[in-house]
């Protein structure tokens, strides 16, 4: 049904807003359907710039733009049989498509399956992407799920390449909610690989909990869903995912679709014949905070004695009851400074310490 070819990209919004142009960029896919490995996007990149700098960027007037309408009715056949035979006949479910790309097919595929849909953030004009609604903003779907009486809110980010939940009592179901979900629905089934989930080092310590109790182990790779993807080829998981709802079903595609996720997580539902919020009853959420701090490089910290230094301090006075993980941002020049303990007073006052600490060595 899908095209083959050499290589394919697609310019990203992601999560950010229109005006954040410095965070955006071009995502590249090797004719096998997976990102390509960072030492090739690096040569791509190098070569793009050689080619800057001789000024020979190609003129507009001789790229005539191409027109595949055909491209949208094969993407949306592929949504179907990949949940077929999924009815949601009799079912509210709302939408926050982030003002981005799951505007022009979601609510078609979802009324097309039967659901009612309530639209929101879905008349995307080139500016108002991502602008205070969709995937960064989950308290907006919950909030408008609960007063509307939805049964289910879903809200994807710019490019629709993730998604986030709200069940009907107006509670955020995140990534890790999904990965427990679907992996005990992988499970029950046979089809869930080596009882193995990959996960990040951003996963809530209670999911590794959840998934334990079930018999199921869940590595941690690094943050991205391009890392997630390398571990599970790596050790043949057919489950991953991250916090913030890439979710990446092997089975079904080779990259993370927010549109998917969110029929996958709605056929679990039908086949339980239970709601959202029973099926991750049991997920015991531990207090987690992320502190960002604005860098004007991203130097190694551990080449910083004092940061080392309170770091090293914060996971010795957690002993144990929880984590500690401080990492540059992918796509901005922040430090991310993630605690997740059981005590929140604990949490805020070790996040705070480090994040000082790193702002006196690299803050703006």
């Known amino acids: 049904m899908f095209w083959r070819s050499a290589s394919s990209g697609t310019n990203a919004a992601s999560h950010n807003p229109c005006f954040a142009t410095q965070d955006n960029g071009i995502k590249v896919f090797g004719s096998d359907g997976y990102k390509l490995a960072d030492a090739i996007e690096l040569g791509i990149e190098q ?10 960027t190609p003129k507009s007037d001789t790229l005539p733009p191409v027109v595949q309408p055909e491209f949208v009715a094969e993407y949306e056949e592929f949504l179907r049989q990949a949940v077929s035979p999924l009815d949601l006949t009799g079912l509210r479910i709302l939408l926050d498509c982030a003002n981005g790309a799951s505007s022009a097919i979601a609510p078609d595929i979802f009324t097309q ?26 308290e907006i779907v919950a909030a408008a799920t609960r007063e509307q009486g939805a049964d289910l ?38 089809e869930l690989n080596g009882n193995l989930v990959i996960g990040t080092t951003m996963a809530n310590m209670g999911l590794e909990a959840a998934l334990r109790a079930d018999g199921i182990r869940m590595l941690r790779a690094p943050v991205g869903d391009k890392y997630v993807l390398e571990w599970m080829q790596r050790y043949q998981a057919s489950l991953g995912g991250e916090q913030s709802g890439h979710i990446l079903f092997p089975a079904l595609s080779t990259t993370g679709d927010g549109l998917l996720t969110g029929l996958v997580v709605l056929d679990i539902l039908r086949r339980s014949g239970k709601p959202l919020h029973e099926l991750t009853a049991d997920l015991k959420v531990y207090p987690q905070v992320i502190v960002n ?16 230094q309170t770091i090293q301090q914060a996971e010795s006075e957690l002993n144990g009851n929880g984590r500690v993980v401080v990492r540059y ?11 997740e303990a059981e005590s929140r007073t604990a949490m805020q006052f070790h996040a705070d ?6 702002r006196a060595e690299l803050g703006i």
């Open 329 to 339: 941002s992918g796509t901005e020049a922040l430090a991310r400074v993630m605690i």
């Open 113 to 138: 399956l039967g659901a009612q849909v309530v639209l929101s953030h879905a008349q995307p004009d080139g500016r108002n992407i991502n602008r205070d609604c969709g995937a960064l903003h989950p």
């Open 293 to 308: 701090v604005k860098v004007k490089e991203k130097r190694p910290l551990e080449q910083f004695a004092k940061v080392v």
């Open 47 to 56: 070569e793009i710039f050689r080619y800057i700098q001789r000024d020979i």
């Open 153 to 190: 809110g879903i809200t994807f980010d710019g490019d629709a390449d993730r998604a986030l939940f709200a069940d009907a009592n107006g509670n955020v179901v995140n990534g890790d909610g999904v990965l427990l979900l679907a992996a005990r629905d992988l499970q029950r089934r046979g």
């Open 353 to 358: 310490r480090i994040a000082t600490a790193i």
